[in-house]
């Protein structure tokens, strides 16, 4: 593609793993991605990530491991951001964060959502 | 309605600063007049917009901007490289904004440094395409059967999609009544605002208006570049420069740096030097190491233009319900012009919605985002000077182009010279972070390791070969 920016990846490969460390967090330029978390009981499918959304960015505000591995699922092109880019900036321009909580909110919410779902269908 | 003299529209800039307002307070129903579509003017509307709409606050936005950036050529060109920095991209997808395919002409992917000792290729640090190549209008004039999206169009849209609104009109007075500005249009309208955000740029003639005036609104120290644009097909460009900006460290006489930069069936030269003339765009053009890699005979020029560059900042670029954004007020040295406009936009914006439209409000909250630019220009200046001593001297371009070589060749070597070079050229730093890059111990002997190899004639010439 002509004007594409990030990184192209093929249809089942993986971008981050379960497990790893990171150091950047990822913006979908166009494709699909999916998200599929490994437990005793198997890999499960957690979501899709379609152009715009990010993911990654739990390991730019805290130390921890990858808590999901990540996949294109179809061509996928990926843009990655620097962690110590955009904690640099996070310092000079707090508003920055806003689209990030905006985004880390929905899926809180969209947890909250599925726990009570969970729950209702276990009483 | 008669055009004001320049010093009427400064005076009335900086009469109101005696004002004895003290509301400056965005509240409902404000009006807010920005001068200038371009980037700096689309941001600061685009921000301003979500962030009274995230406090509930309803305001309107008014764009002035007369130029329409679908048009081919100078009509709809804000006459710049058009690169967007590795740092801005990535801003831009962390605040949501992810510039489309239709827009970015070219990923870039590294950059070739050319020498007349050597050449070599930086790659980028992450590996992947984080620089665009793009176009601020509709692409160079005669280009109008290709097919591309404009930049400035885009970051408009943005803008609108929040709610401001576009008015094809040009500014040509401003007055001031009861203590808040009016703005006069070529048509002979006019409106009165709360705010008006001054986004017009450097080779604007509101701003030569405010340049016109010593009081308040000192201009910055300006020079001109050179920017053109060459026409070939897609392929061949591609065959040619592939996704790499290339640029260049010649010991020409006036000559600073320049860059070529591909850009879907055209090649955008962009040139800065001392007193820049068509001898100087000439002796460039056909120095042998610049025909090497991109021979202009073989590709007409389709549109070129000398536009002012601003090298300094404005002593003030605010007052009471006035602020000045983008390289009007000030921005980065030579590199990363767009990324400095996004940077003043928002502050200035966080500045309106979240304080105040005083001059004290933006003395207090805008100024220090000006002033960091500021600052880490007068380092950028003397990175600059010691790289022109380098370019002068055959051994410490040898050297160079050495260090970097070795750094490209070997996985597990410190980029230290690859690191500052990419940074110098794409601006993906600040000029300080540079220097201190540069005061690194592993830099520093490997330079004086390179500097003792070159000044050894026939060695140094085996290892560059």
Known sequence: MRGALGKQYRDGETIIRQGDV??????????RVEVVQSSEYGEQHLAFLESGNFFGEMSVFEKEVRSATVKSAGEARVLKVDKKMLLRRLREDPLLAVNLLQTMSHRIRDLDAELSQHRETHL | ????????????FSSIDESKETDFT?????????????????????????????????????IYEPRSFSQCGPAGCNHCGGIVSELLVQILAAEGINLPPSVVQRGVESYVVHMDVGDVEIESPAHEQRIAALYRGNGPREGGDVLLDSFDGYLQGLAVDRGARVLRKLITDVEWLDGRPCLQNADGDSSQYDLVSVASGVNSNFIKMLDDHPAGFVPPRTTRGYICEFRSTEEEIRRILGSSVH????SIPRFEFAAIIPKGPFAT???????????LVHAFLQDPVVRKCFPTDATPCVCSCSPLI????RKRPYGDRVVLVGDGGVTRLYKDGIGAAFRTAKAAATTAVFQGVSRKDFAKHYWPACRAIANDNSVGKFMFATNSVFKHSRIARSAMLRMAQREQEKESAKPHMSSLLWNMFTGSAPYLEMFRGTLHPGFVSNLLLNLAVAIRPERSKRKVA
């Not at chain 1, 990171?22 to 494709?31: A, F, H, L, P, R």
């Not at chain 2, 129903?29 to 509930?56: E, N, Q």
């Not at chain 2, 040139?271 to 003339?277: E, I, R």
Request: glycine fraction near 12%.
């Open chain 2, 269 to 279: 030269v962009v040139m800065v030097g001392d007193n820049l003339d068509q001898e």
């Open chain 2, 1 to 12: 309605m008669q055009l004001s003299s320049h010093a009427s529209v400064a005076d009335s």
């Open chain 2, 26 to 62: 965005l509240r409902d129903g404000a009006r807010i007049a920005v001068i200038g579509g371009g980037p700096a003017g689309s941001f600061f509307s685009y921000f301003l917009l979500k962030m009274a709409d995230a406090i509930d606050l309803e305001i309107e936005v008014d």
């Open chain 1, 22 to 31: 990171g150091d950047c967090m990822y913006v979908v330029q166009s494709g």
């Open chain 2, 247 to 250: 640029v260049f460290l010649l």
């Open chain 2, 310 to 313: 601003n090298l300094g900042a």
